[in-house]
Protein backbone atom coordinates (compact mmCIF):
# COMPACT_ATOMS: atom_id res chain seq x y z
CA UNK A 1 0.00 0.00 0.00
CA UNK A 2 2.16 2.64 0.95
CA UNK A 3 5.53 0.83 -0.39
CA UNK A 4 6.71 -2.13 -2.64
CA UNK A 5 7.66 -5.52 -0.86
CA UNK A 6 11.09 -5.65 -2.61
CA UNK A 7 11.84 -1.91 -1.06
CA UNK A 8 10.64 -2.97 2.16
CA UNK A 9 13.12 -6.15 1.93
CA UNK A 10 16.07 -4.14 0.52
CA UNK A 11 15.42 -2.11 3.91
CA UNK A 12 15.62 -4.73 6.25
CA UNK A 13 18.28 -6.84 4.28
CA UNK A 14 20.42 -4.21 5.05
CA UNK A 15 21.44 -2.96 1.33
CA UNK A 16 21.99 0.42 0.52
CA UNK A 17 18.58 1.83 1.45
CA UNK A 18 17.82 2.04 5.41
CA UNK A 19 14.93 2.16 7.23
CA UNK A 20 13.67 5.05 8.69
CA UNK A 21 14.20 4.75 13.22
CA UNK A 22 11.33 5.97 15.83
CA UNK A 23 13.10 8.02 18.71
CA UNK A 24 11.85 5.37 20.83
CA UNK A 25 11.62 5.85 24.90
CA UNK A 26 9.02 3.89 26.76
CA UNK A 27 6.73 1.02 25.94
CA UNK A 28 3.61 0.35 28.20
CA UNK A 29 1.83 -3.23 27.36
CA UNK A 30 -1.84 -3.72 28.33
CA UNK A 31 -3.88 -1.09 28.49
CA UNK A 32 -6.86 -1.80 27.86
CA UNK A 33 -9.73 0.30 26.60
CA UNK A 34 -7.60 3.09 27.78
CA UNK A 35 -5.64 4.64 24.26
CA UNK A 36 -8.22 3.30 21.81
CA UNK A 37 -9.67 0.14 21.30
CA UNK A 38 -9.04 -2.98 22.29
CA UNK A 39 -5.91 -4.38 24.38
CA UNK A 40 -2.96 -1.48 23.53
CA UNK A 41 0.61 -1.20 23.75
CA UNK A 42 1.36 2.40 23.98
CA UNK A 43 4.56 3.24 22.54
CA UNK A 44 6.33 7.02 23.69
CA UNK A 45 8.31 8.51 21.54
CA UNK A 46 10.82 12.07 22.04
CA UNK A 47 9.69 15.02 20.56
CA UNK A 48 7.46 17.77 20.58
CA UNK A 49 6.73 21.10 19.11
CA UNK A 50 4.86 22.59 22.01
CA UNK A 51 6.26 23.37 25.42
CA UNK A 52 2.72 23.31 28.00
CA UNK A 53 3.12 24.42 31.35
CA UNK A 54 1.74 21.57 32.96
CA UNK A 55 3.20 18.78 30.45
CA UNK A 56 3.16 15.19 31.85
CA UNK A 57 5.64 13.38 29.76
CA UNK A 58 8.16 16.10 30.65
CA UNK A 59 10.41 13.88 32.72
CA UNK A 60 10.48 11.20 29.97
CA UNK A 61 10.51 13.48 27.30
CA UNK A 62 14.42 14.58 28.63
CA UNK A 63 15.55 10.91 28.08
CA UNK A 64 17.78 9.81 25.79
CA UNK A 65 15.62 7.70 23.10
CA UNK A 66 16.55 4.74 21.72
CA UNK A 67 16.29 4.49 17.35
CA UNK A 68 14.40 1.46 16.57
CA UNK A 69 13.25 0.51 12.82
CA UNK A 70 10.13 -0.57 11.85
CA UNK A 71 10.99 -4.26 11.87
CA UNK A 72 12.69 -3.83 15.63
CA UNK A 73 9.49 -2.32 17.13
CA UNK A 74 7.60 -5.21 15.40
CA UNK A 75 10.15 -7.51 17.18
CA UNK A 76 9.13 -5.74 20.62
CA UNK A 77 5.69 -5.74 20.43
CA UNK A 78 4.82 -8.82 18.34
CA UNK A 79 4.48 -10.82 21.81
CA UNK A 80 0.76 -9.47 22.05
CA UNK A 81 -0.24 -10.25 18.31
CA UNK A 82 -2.68 -12.49 19.83
CA UNK A 83 -4.31 -9.70 22.20
CA UNK A 84 -4.37 -7.11 19.44
CA UNK A 85 -6.42 -9.42 17.06
CA UNK A 86 -8.50 -10.71 19.29
CA UNK A 87 -9.71 -7.11 20.81
CA UNK A 88 -9.53 -5.07 17.84
CA UNK A 89 -6.36 -3.13 19.66
CA UNK A 90 -2.61 -2.40 18.64
CA UNK A 91 0.12 0.24 18.67
CA UNK A 92 -0.96 3.63 20.02
CA UNK A 93 1.96 6.16 19.52
CA UNK A 94 2.04 8.85 22.16
CA UNK A 95 4.61 11.21 23.65
CA UNK A 96 5.77 13.64 22.43
CA UNK A 97 4.11 14.69 19.21
CA UNK A 98 3.39 11.46 17.27
CA UNK A 99 3.16 12.81 13.52
CA UNK A 100 6.77 14.17 13.45
CA UNK A 101 7.59 10.63 12.59
CA UNK A 102 5.70 9.90 9.35
CA UNK A 103 8.88 8.37 7.29
CA UNK A 104 8.88 5.52 9.98
CA UNK A 105 4.91 5.13 10.30
CA UNK A 106 4.62 5.14 6.63
CA UNK A 107 7.44 1.82 6.48
CA UNK A 108 5.60 0.22 9.66
CA UNK A 109 2.20 0.48 7.99
CA UNK A 110 2.57 -2.57 5.68
CA UNK A 111 4.13 -4.73 8.47
CA UNK A 112 1.36 -4.71 11.04
CA UNK A 113 -2.00 -4.52 8.56
CA UNK A 114 -4.26 -6.91 11.16
CA UNK A 115 -3.40 -4.27 14.38
CA UNK A 116 -4.98 -1.02 14.94
CA UNK A 117 -2.68 2.18 14.77
CA UNK A 118 -3.69 5.17 16.98
CA UNK A 119 -2.15 8.71 16.83
CA UNK A 120 -2.48 10.63 19.74
CA UNK A 121 -1.36 14.34 18.74
CA UNK A 122 -2.00 17.79 19.27
CA UNK A 123 -2.14 18.34 15.62
CA UNK A 124 -0.14 21.51 15.32
CA UNK A 125 1.80 20.11 12.65
CA UNK A 126 1.89 21.15 8.87
CA UNK A 127 -1.24 20.23 6.87
CA UNK A 128 0.58 17.45 4.73
CA UNK A 129 1.69 15.86 7.55
CA UNK A 130 -1.67 15.50 8.69
CA UNK A 131 -2.58 14.15 5.21
CA UNK A 132 0.26 11.40 5.11
CA UNK A 133 -0.81 10.62 9.07
CA UNK A 134 -4.79 10.18 7.34
CA UNK A 135 -3.36 7.32 5.00
CA UNK A 136 -2.04 5.52 7.46
CA UNK A 137 -3.47 5.82 11.13
CA UNK A 138 -6.74 4.28 11.95
CA UNK A 139 -7.23 6.48 14.66
CA UNK A 140 -6.52 9.64 16.27
CA UNK A 141 -6.37 10.83 19.95
CA UNK A 142 -6.32 14.51 19.59
CA UNK A 143 -5.38 16.97 22.50
CA UNK A 144 -6.60 20.28 21.52
CA UNK A 145 -5.66 22.17 24.61
CA UNK A 146 -7.92 25.39 24.02
CA UNK A 147 -9.26 26.43 20.57
CA UNK A 148 -9.12 30.37 22.07
CA UNK A 149 -5.78 31.16 20.37
CA UNK A 150 -4.66 33.19 23.17
CA UNK A 151 -5.21 30.48 26.13
CA UNK A 152 -3.77 28.17 23.43
CA UNK A 153 -0.25 30.34 23.39
CA UNK A 154 -0.15 31.01 27.08
CA UNK A 155 -0.34 27.43 28.03
CA UNK A 156 1.81 25.62 25.12
CA UNK A 157 3.84 28.24 24.42
CA UNK A 158 3.14 28.11 20.55
CA UNK A 159 0.40 29.66 18.56
CA UNK A 160 -2.19 27.33 17.19
CA UNK A 161 -1.07 27.50 13.89
CA UNK A 162 -2.48 24.66 11.74
CA UNK A 163 -3.91 22.97 14.60
CA UNK A 164 -7.80 23.80 14.10
CA UNK A 165 -7.18 23.34 10.38
CA UNK A 166 -5.97 20.03 10.17
CA UNK A 167 -8.48 19.06 12.78
CA UNK A 168 -10.91 19.90 10.07
CA UNK A 169 -9.26 18.42 7.42
CA UNK A 170 -9.13 14.93 9.59
CA UNK A 171 -12.65 15.37 9.95
CA UNK A 172 -13.04 15.15 6.01
CA UNK A 173 -10.67 13.17 4.96
CA UNK A 174 -11.22 10.28 7.70
CA UNK A 175 -14.89 10.76 9.05
CA UNK A 176 -15.49 12.02 12.57
CA UNK A 177 -15.99 8.30 14.12
CA UNK A 178 -12.17 7.82 14.00
CA UNK A 179 -11.75 10.73 16.31
CA UNK A 180 -11.69 10.95 20.02
CA UNK A 181 -11.07 15.17 21.14
CA UNK A 182 -9.54 15.92 24.73
CA UNK A 183 -11.30 18.77 26.07
CA UNK A 184 -9.28 19.93 29.15
CA UNK A 185 -10.02 22.04 31.78
CA UNK A 186 -6.85 23.82 32.81
CA UNK A 187 -6.24 25.23 36.00
CA UNK A 188 -4.93 28.90 36.10
CA UNK A 189 -4.95 28.80 31.96
CA UNK A 190 -8.97 28.47 31.18
CA UNK A 191 -12.60 27.61 33.05
CA UNK A 192 -15.80 26.18 32.33
CA UNK A 193 -16.65 29.09 30.08
CA UNK A 194 -13.65 29.12 27.86
CA UNK A 195 -13.93 25.06 27.73
CA UNK A 196 -17.49 25.39 27.01
CA UNK A 197 -16.52 27.58 23.90
CA UNK A 198 -14.21 25.21 22.71
CA UNK A 199 -17.04 21.91 23.10
CA UNK A 200 -19.06 23.74 20.81
CA UNK A 201 -16.93 24.81 18.82
CA UNK A 202 -16.07 21.27 18.12
CA UNK A 203 -20.00 19.71 18.00
CA UNK A 204 -20.58 22.22 15.25
CA UNK A 205 -17.50 20.59 13.44
CA UNK A 206 -19.23 17.19 13.60
CA UNK A 207 -16.70 15.90 16.55
CA UNK A 208 -18.85 13.20 18.57
CA UNK A 209 -16.30 11.65 20.39
CA UNK A 210 -15.44 14.12 23.38
CA UNK A 211 -13.06 13.55 26.61
CA UNK A 212 -13.90 16.20 28.91
CA UNK A 213 -11.33 16.19 32.20
CA UNK A 214 -9.55 18.37 34.39
CA UNK A 215 -6.15 18.61 34.73
CA UNK A 216 -4.67 17.55 38.04
CA UNK A 217 -1.69 19.55 38.80
CA UNK A 218 0.75 18.88 41.05
CA UNK A 219 1.56 21.08 44.13
CA UNK A 220 4.93 21.34 45.69
CA UNK A 221 3.82 20.50 48.67
CA UNK A 222 2.43 17.47 47.10
CA UNK A 223 4.32 14.14 47.18
Known amino acids: MLGSKNKLTERFNGDKAEAPTYP???????RLFIDGKGVTTLVAGAGCPLSCAYCIN???LTRTPKPVSPKELIEK????????RATGGGLTFGGGETLLHMDFYEELRPLCQNWRLTAET?????RETAVRA???????IIDVKSL???IYLRYTGREMGETLGNLEYLIEAVGAQRLTVRVPLIP???????REKTRRTLEKLGVKDMDLF???VKRSTDK
Not at 24 to 30: F, K, S, V
Not at 122 to 126: G, K, M, R, S, W
Not at 188 to 194: G, L, M, P, V, Y
Open 188 to 194: NFNDEAD
Open 148 to 150: DPD
Open 122 to 126: CLNVP
Open 214 to 216: EYA
Open 134 to 140: ASVFDAF
Open 58 to 60: REL
Open 77 to 84: VRVDDLYF
Open 24 to 30: LLALARH
